[in-house]
């Protein structure tokens, strides 16, 4: 059973920092695709960030120079490094598995944490 469970939601002042963690069991993460998304209160859940097997990253333009994604493959944990935070980043954030198999893939979710960036 692959499971990702998420942490390190909270509340911080804009221009502050915060770093989400994701824990993965039943999967290895490096070798298989993880990522976050979020959804803010009355849209839709977008993709923020993913780093694939190989290490390579990619993020959505609005968090692009003030996110980062990585991972420590002994711990299993994949880290979403947030700095310059904006009010517009609030939102339920969510880890995702993609593990990849020869015949598909399978998406599995950890449970939202919530960011709120306020003053």
């Known amino acids: 059973q692959v499971q990702p469970v998420a942490s390190g939601g909270g509340s911080v002042q804009p221009g502050g920092s915060l770093r989400l963690s994701c824990v993965a069991s039943?999967?290895?993460?490096?070798?298989?695709?993880m990522g976050w998304y979020r959804q803010a209160p009355g849209k839709q859940r977008e993709l923020v960030a993913a780093?694939?097997?190989?290490?390579?990253?990619e993020y959505v333009d609005s968090v692009q120079g003030r996110f980062t994604i990585s991972r420590d493959n002994a711990e299993n944990t994949v880290y979403l490094q947030m700095n310059s935070l904006k009010p517009e980043d609030t939102a339920v954030y969510y880890c995702?598995?993609?593990?990849?198999?020869?015949?598909?893939?399978?998406?599995?979710w950890g449970q939202g944490t919530q960011v709120l960036v306020s003053s």
């Open positions: 995702y598995a993609d593990r990849l198999r020869v015949l598909g893939t399978n998406r599995f």
């Open positions: 039943g999967i290895i993460i490096s070798r298989n695709i």
């Open positions: 780093i694939t097997c190989g290490g390579s990253t």
